[in-house]
């Protein structure tokens, strides 16, 4: 997308939190639906098993631009929720309703539109 009259927003793209002894307490993802495909917009991954030792916490921030559709998901699990990037400067992202079908998420724009999408996590 990147227009430049656009405002991208900073969002954490995933995160992982754990307990002192290194077992994991939350973990989820985002992908965004960009140029047609679904996409991790991040820079990095999380670290696959261990913590960082000072840290009890690790996260990825990404930009994702007005307009765009972003999916949440834990690893192994289906998408969970769905959400709009407002094309103000509204920090927060836009809860959308969301059914899946047949390998397809419909998805409901604030303006009653509904978008048919691939199914991220199938």
């Given at each position: 997308?990147?227009?430049?009259?656009?405002?991208?927003?900073?969002?954490?793209?995933?995160?992982k939190?754990?307990?002192?002894?290194?077992?994991?307490?939350?973990?989820?993802?985002r992908?965004?639906?960009?140029?047609?495909?679904?996409?991790?917009?991040?820079?990095r991954?999380?670290?696959?098993?261990?913590?960082?030792?000072?840290?009890?916490?690790?996260?990825?921030?990404?930009?994702?631009?007005?307009?765009?559709?972003?999916?949440?998901?834990?690893?192994?699990e289906p998408?969970?929720?769905?959400?709009?990037?407002?094309?103000d400067?509204?920090?927060?992202?836009?809860?959308?309703?969301?059914?899946?079908?047949?390998?397809?998420?419909?998805?409901?724009?604030?303006?009653?539109t509904?978008?048919?999408?691939?199914?991220?996590?199938?």
């Open positions: 997308m990147n227009d430049k009259t656009l405002i991208p927003q900073i969002v954490t793209v995933a995160y939190e754990y307990t002192k002894r290194g077992r994991c307490l939350a973990h989820w993802h992908l965004v639906w960009r140029d047609g495909e679904w996409v991790y917009p991040g820079h991954r999380l670290a696959s098993n261990d913590y960082p030792p000072l840290a009890r916490w690790d996260y990825v921030e990404a930009k994702v631009w007005p307009g765009e559709i972003v999916a949440d998901y834990s690893p192994g998408v969970s929720a769905m959400y709009l990037v407002p094309e400067t509204e920090p927060e992202l836009v809860e959308l309703s969301f059914r899946r079908n047949d390998g397809v998420i419909e998805v409901v724009l604030p303006n009653g509904v978008l048919t999408l691939p199914d991220p996590r199938p």
